[in-house]
């Protein structure tokens, strides 16, 4: 799909891989609709991307969300494009998990998504098409000690991604994947549950930079294919292409 003039939403767009996402779309002539909790971020940001549209939502809070997007729909008549990469990860043991953070994850990282792309579905099809890029993660194709959370709702985000790519072709509504490796923002710091937590948090800073996630998503847009991955250890681990 074409990005130049186009309506874009970016959930997450506060802060790394989203931010960079958000940038690059609108540095393309897209116009993107900034979603995230930290109101300031937003702002800020609008101020610097031409026609962009600030809105503070709680991706768990589907109300909010279904707002959000209604907003989005009036402010500019149209939506083209859904990238849903709000996310946050949670390091317990199993025996530590606690259901209500549990719950507040698979909201975020799995319900959200899917609430997000029902709001925008039938606008997409009414005007012939849309893309809509998930952001998974690596860790799908893992095991990861303490993260069976996080890793557990990526795999599902994988199958209702999949799932609604078969759906949607039809409708020309275009569902895409990302799965980045270890990524260079706040998200070890951002991680809920236990704060030694161990896994690939130790590496966060030497990770991947967020714009290198934002150029997959860009060409995820532009070429349509399901899956995109960070490198290819992620791609073999997958299966794909290996
Ligand atoms: N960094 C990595 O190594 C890595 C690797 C693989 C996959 N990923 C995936 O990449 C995505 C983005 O993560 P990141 O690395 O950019 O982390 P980040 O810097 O912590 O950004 C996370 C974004 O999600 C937003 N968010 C968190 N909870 C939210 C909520 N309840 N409602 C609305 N927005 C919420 C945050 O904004 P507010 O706090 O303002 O709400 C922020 O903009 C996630 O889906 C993550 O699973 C990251």
New binding site residues.
């Given amino acids: 799909m074409e990005i130049k003039d186009r309506v874009f939403i970016v959930?997450?767009?506060?802060?790394?891989?989203?931010?960079a996402t958000a940038i690059t779309l609108s540095d393309r002539g897209a116009k993107v609709a900034l979603?995230?909790?930290?109101t300031h971020?937003?702002k800020e940001l609008a101020h610097k991307l031409p026609g962009s549209l600030p809105l503070t939502?709680?991706?768990?809070q589907f109300d909010q969300l279904r707002e959000a997007v209604g907003a989005v729909r009036q402010h500019y008549g149209r939506i083209d494009g859904l990238v849903n990469?709000?996310?946050?990860?949670y390091a317990a043991a199993i025996e530590e998990i606690e259901p209500a953070v549990f719950d507040?994850i698979f909201h975020?990282?799995v319900l959200?998504p899917i609430v997000a792309m029902q709001a925008v579905i039938p606008l997409m099809r009414a005007q012939g098409g849309g893309s809509i890029v998930n952001?998974?993660?690596?860790?799908a194709f893992m095991t990861v000690p303490q993260y069976s959370v996080?890793s557990s709702s990526?795999r599902a985000l994988l199958g209702f991604s999949l799932t609604a790519r078969a759906e949607l072709e039809k409708d020309r509504i275009v569902v895409s994947e990302i799965?980045?490796?270890?990524?260079?923002?706040?998200?070890?710091?951002?991680r809920m549950g236990n704060p030694a937590g161990g896994g690939?948090a130790a590496h966060?800073a030497e990770?991947?930079k967020?714009e290198f996630?934002a150029g997959l998503v860009l060409q995820a847009v532009q070429e349509g294919q399901a899956q995109y991955f960070a490198n290819d250890r992620l791609r073999k681990m997958a299966g794909v292409g290996a």
């Fill in positions: 959930t997450g767009a506060s802060s790394g891989i989203g931010l979603l995230a909790r930290s971020a937003l939502v709680d991706m768990t990469n709000a996310g946050r990860s507040e975020l990282n959200g952001i998974n993660s690596g860790t996080y990526k799965y980045p490796f270890i990524t260079a923002t706040n998200f070890g710091k951002n690939p966060y990770g991947d967020p996630v």
